[in-house]
């Protein structure tokens, strides 16, 4: 990616300053390519150093978090939160917990979530944390454990005003009432607004856990009919098999799309007739096993081990398991067998270089800031629900996040095409997302 002098330097000192921390440079260089053209147009804006207090999280915090498993042995783990950006609101992102967790991953994930959370409108700052811990096998009693070890620490840092967390990777539902409870229990106040992703009971939002899923399948259908297209009849590939995978299969499918792939940690099922949200639930949720359970209990389906799932010919590609995870490779595949759209439901699980190799073809091409963006602006419908102590009904919420995805879509296709970029989303997000947040940061004064 060319970069001009300003943008270099300030890459050059990203790098330097936050060493071995590869995903964050990656998301960051994206950033500063796509934002060159307003800095040329406002130098104002670089006089201000405004990329480089956008590149400098605000805070960072990272904590020993100690907890027993079943057999009472004592387990070490490292948690984090990092707060990249209070100019819109507190700030706002999930919670990731998987071994791979390390502090420029959360990095990463907090600086997306900056642009992310201005496109929505919704006056929402923004953070992410987690942990390195590795949820997978662990019993109930061993994640309420964990939870409760996160927060003794976490609660100082977060409050409804201050630092929203909610769920990301091996946090959803489950945790998030972990999470609360102990929040609870050691303030001493039912601040329901602290966290999002909450069951209804706590006050929690509906359409929240389908929110995002939902929200990238609202975001395809926009992009679509822009290229005269619908879902209707189309053949979908998702990877993961989680929250976001899981709901926009169940959208996908409620729109006439065919599903006919997706995957997990383990490998990839396939079968042309359709993958069975149900039954995926099943085997993720309540058996807690890998997709190679899933013929056993679909026996049309196909599981391959080990591999993702982009070799299986299909129009539309939705990533939503992890960063990185649709490469070089994967991309000409899917160009070779006559894909027309991709729409990220992961953050930046396309590489850069797959990225440009889906341009290059002409593919419709959603990046994860815009198209996942309908899981936090649901959490900041929750935030509102919960400030005016409301609940919202189901079909009012689904509309308010189907009426986001179609603004985010249009802001980013018009300021794409003011930027002479037309129809490409990437370069209408990261502007879009950025002249929010530095006319914010403009009128707070130095900060
Ligand atoms: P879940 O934990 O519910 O599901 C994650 C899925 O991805 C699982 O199927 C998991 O497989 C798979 N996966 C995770 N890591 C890897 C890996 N390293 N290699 C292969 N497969 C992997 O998480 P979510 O669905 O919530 O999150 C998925 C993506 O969407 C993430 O990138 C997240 O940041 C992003 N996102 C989530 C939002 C939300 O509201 N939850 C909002 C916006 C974006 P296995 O089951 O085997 O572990
Ligand atoms: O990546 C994301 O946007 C999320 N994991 C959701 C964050 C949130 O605060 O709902």
Not at 20 to 29: D, G, N, R, S, T
Not at 183 to 201: C, E, W
Request: glycine share 10%; aromatic share 8%.
């Amino acid at each position: 990616m060319a970069l001009d002098s300003t943008t270099t330097a300030v890459y050059n000192e990203v790098v330097r300053r936050n060493p071995a921390e590869p995903e964050f440079h990656q998301a960051a260089l994206e950033v500063l390519h796509s934002i060159q053209p307003v800095l040329q147009q406002q130098p104002e804006l670089r006089d201000a150093r405004l990329l480089e207090r956008l590149c400098e999280p605000e805070r960072q915090v990272m904590f020993r978090v100690v907890w027993t498993d079943d057999r009472g042995r004592t387990h070490v783990n490292r948690g984090f939160r990092v707060g990249f950006s209070s100019a819109l609101g507190p700030y706002k992102g999930g919670l990731r917990f998987h071994r791979s967790v390390n502090l420029g991953v959360v990095k990463f994930l907090a600086f997306e979530q900056i642009f992310k959370n201005a496109l929505t409108g919704l006056g929402i700052g923004a953070g992410k944390g987690g942990a390195d811990f590795d949820p997978s096998g662990r019993s109930d009693g061993e994640i309420m454990r964990f939870c409760q070890a996160y927060m003794t620490e976490l609660h100082r840092h977060i409050g409804p005003h201050t630092d929203v967390p909610a769920g990301d990777i091996g946090v959803g539902g489950r945790e998030i009432g972990y999470l609360f409870g102990q929040y609870k229990r050691i303030t001493n106040r039912f601040d329901a607004g602290t966290l999002t992703g909450k069951d209804l009971v706590l006050g929690g939002s509906f359409v929240r856990p389908e929110a995002t899923g939902y929200g990238v399948v609202y975001f395809v259908e926009a992009m679509l009919a822009e290229r005269g297209h619908s879902l209707e009849d189309k053949t979908v590939v998702v990877s993961g098999a989680g929250n976001v995978a899981q709901h926009a299969m169940a959208k996908l499918q409620q729109m006439g799309a065919t599903v006919v792939a997706c995957s997990d940690s383990s490998g990839y099922v396939h079968d042309p007739s359709g993958i069975r949200v149900d039954v995926l639930r099943e085997i993720k949720q309540n058996q807690r096993r890998k997709l190679d359970a899933y013929p056993e209990l679909v026996p049309t389906a196909r599981f391959v081990p080990d591999r993702a799932p982009w070799d299986v010919p299909c129009d539309i590609a939705v990533p939503s398991a992890t960063q990185n995870e649709l490469g070089e490779a994967d991309a000409i595949a899917l160009v070779k067998n006559g894909l027309i759209a991709v729409a990220e439901g992961a953050n930046m699980p396309c590489t850069p270089k797959a990225i440009d190799i889906l341009h290059d073809a002409g593919i419709a091409f959603a990046p994860g800031k815009a198209a996942n963006a309908g899981g936090v602006a649901t959490s900041a419908l929750e935030m509102q629900q919960n400030a005016s102590r409301d609940r919202w009904s189901f079909s009012d919420t689904d509309k308010t996040l189907a009426d986001t995805m179609r603004n985010i879509h249009s802001s980013c296709l018009i300021t794409a095409a003011d930027y002479e970029r037309p129809g490409n989303y990437v370069v209408g997000a990261n502007i879009s997302g950025f002249l929010t947040v530095a006319s914010a940061m403009n009128t707070l004064g130095l900060v």
